[in-house]
């Protein structure tokens, strides 16, 4: 499918750097990058997480290399930066995907459980960003932040996420006019629920995917695909003089309900 909306070279002679790329919907962007030319680096805690992607996306016919890093270790993380650098040559492309996520009413909510989200997703999207700042600032390029549209709702169970991606989202509009000069472009995803992924499976029930369904104005749940595309769009020349812009990818459903993701 998406090699019929993009050019197969779209990305051609460009590195891409990914974390949490072995899984999920990281994995689908990994994947589509490479089919566009891209060579990609994953990252993930595990290696196990990461090495069958990784030969997914050699088998693709780009260079792959995985490193297992912690988005939370500044130290680690500027270690397997400079490694994929040096072994790939430059880095054109960060997407920042890691993240952690479960559902606990705020209530219920240890420091430590909301100390923990904010540490992978805002400070890990921090820590990756400003390791990479050096070599995207080489020649130019594009940061990527999966953020997410629960702090747009209110959603019940998800202080800790919403909280941490509502300060990814504001990282994205700072490090968009900071690092705009060095000609680095700096832009968010805020995906819907997503079918077949880990987060879905886990954060919400039968009850409220139909509830997605039937309230989302495009009748359906999203997929991978349509996350990888908007990837694919914002990370490419096609998106030249866009900055600073976090794109909801959710066929609208944020603008119909703050609660069905969060019933029982």
């Known amino acids: 499918m998406m090699s019929g909306v993009f050019q197969p070279g779209l990305l051609a002679g460009r590195v891409a750097l990914i974390t949490g790329g072995g899984t999920g919907i990281c994995r689908g962007i990994a994947l589509a990058f490479a089919r566009h030319g891209c060579d990609v680096a994953i990252t993930s805690r595990k290696m196990e997480h990461l090495e069958p992607t990784r030969d997914e996306l050699r088998a693709a016919g780009v260079r792959s290399v995985a490193k297992a890093a912690d988005v939370r270790d500044a130290a680690a993380v500027n270690e397997a930066v400079s490694a994929v ?20 009413l705020a209530e219920n909510l240890s420091p430590n459980g909301f100390g923990t989200v904010v540490d992978i997703d805002l400070k890990g999207t921090f820590n990756v960003s400003r ?119 959710d066929g609208g459903l944020w603008l119909r309900s703050a609660r069905i993701l969060g019933e029982e």
Not at 90 to 100: C, F, H, P, S
Not at 236 to 245: I, Q, T
Request: hydrophobic residues 45%; proline residues 4%.
């Open 85 to 104: 650098a040096s072994e790939l040559g430059r880095i054109d492309i960060l997407v920042n995907g890691a993240a952690g996520n479960f559902i606990c």
């Open 131 to 249: 390791a990479a700042f050096p070599f995207l600032k080489a020649q130019g390029g594009s940061v990527l932040n999966i953020s997410a549209t629960l702090p747009y709702l209110g959603t019940m169970g998800q202080a800790h996420a919403s909280a941490a991606k509502a300060g990814v989202d504001s990282l994205t509009r700072t490090l968009a006019v900071e690092w705009g000069p060095h000609r680095i472009r700096v832009n968010g995803i805020a995906p819907g629920p997503i079918e077949g992924t880990e987060g879905v499976k886990r954060l919400t029930s039968e009850k409220s995917r139909e509830g997605a369904i039937r309230t989302n104005p495009l009748g359906r749940m999203g997929t991978v695909e349509d996350i990888a595309n908007a990837a694919l769009y914002l990370s490419s020349d096609a998106a030249s003089f866009v900055n600073g812009v976090t794109l909801v990818v």
